[in-house]
């Protein structure tokens, strides 16, 4: 587990919001996803080629990007990152590797910071920093060599479940999203998983209650404010196109999750497709993170945004 990874789960302990991992993994029986035995070999590279990169700009009071645009002319097609950290935390520093790799494949990438639980917020205002985001990127369009007609999402973890949670709102104008072992629904993260873990996920201490409902408020006694905050809830045959990645030994969001979202898609007549990573787990918060980086996974995701941004 790295080190950024860590600060993240030592800052949810201070906060009383203690990330865990199940002891057990769920495991994922979905007839419908592409089963994949990762080569992690080939790694991406920490460098990139020339290109324009602008830092800590602010597009909300507290809240900034960082813009990596690829070499050669544009405009490019914009992706936008919304890194993970279990809703308290969302550093938009994170997967800097893996970012640089999309780059380099001929798109803008604009990693965001979003609200969470440490400020008291709850997905609606990280919704809210989304759409934000999403207006001043395309208003900047010029400046950063984007095209604001041919834009993505792209999320980890929480992230992928904002991601997911606004590209089902057509106001925000979202042509493909790339979900990262996402969540759906809050109150079945830990489906499968042993007892303590699933205690801890819908207990008082965790994050996940407080950033769907606020705090103190508990799933059980609002089924209807926890089914609008399910992107399930959301979709619609002009949701855009999702590609879907899970590990099958994922300790912190039950697979589950994103079967369910896939199946959804599938009964809307929504193009998407999923695929299960044998032996891999939860981004970095794993023991196994190597397929995460590898570029048979970039790749793929890649591939995907060619077809949906570029080819389409």
Known sequence: MRLTMRLIMALAALQGRPIRLSGVAAGDDDPDSVVITPDPRPRIR?????????????????????????????????????????????????????????????????????????????????????????????????????????????????????????????????????????????????????????????GPKSAIPAYVLGPGRAFADHPDEVRQADPVSRVTPGTPPFLLLHGDDDRIIAPSQTARLHQALRAAGVSTTRYVVKGAGHGELSDNPAPWTGTQLMNLITDFLHTTLIQH
């Not at 904002?162 to 079945?188: C, H, Q, Y």
């Open 46 to 202: 920490g460098g990139r080629r020339a290109g324009r990169g602008h830092k800590g700009i602010e597009y909300s009071p507290g809240l900034k990007i960082d813009v990596l645009a690829p070499a050669g002319p544009g405009p490019h097609p914009l992706v936008v990152y919304l890194p993970g950290g279990g809703f308290v935390s969302a550093r938009r520093m994170m997967a800097g590797k893996q970012r640089r790799y999309v780059a380099d494949a001929g798109f803008v990438v604009a990693s965001i910071d979003y609200r969470t639980t440490t400020v008291g917020a709850t997905y609606h205002d990280g919704l809210a920093d989304v759409a934000t985001a999403l207006g001043f990127l395309r208003s900047h369009a010029a400046e950063y060599d984007l095209d604001p007609d041919r834009v993505a999402l792209w999320g980890e973890s929480a992230g992928a479940y904002l991601a997911a949670m606004a590209a089902t709102d057509p106001d925000n104008r979202v042509d493909a999203v790339v979900d990262l072992f996402g969540a759906s629904k809050l109150d079945e993260v830990a489906a499968g998983f042993d007892a303590a873990m699933v205690a801890a996920i819908t």
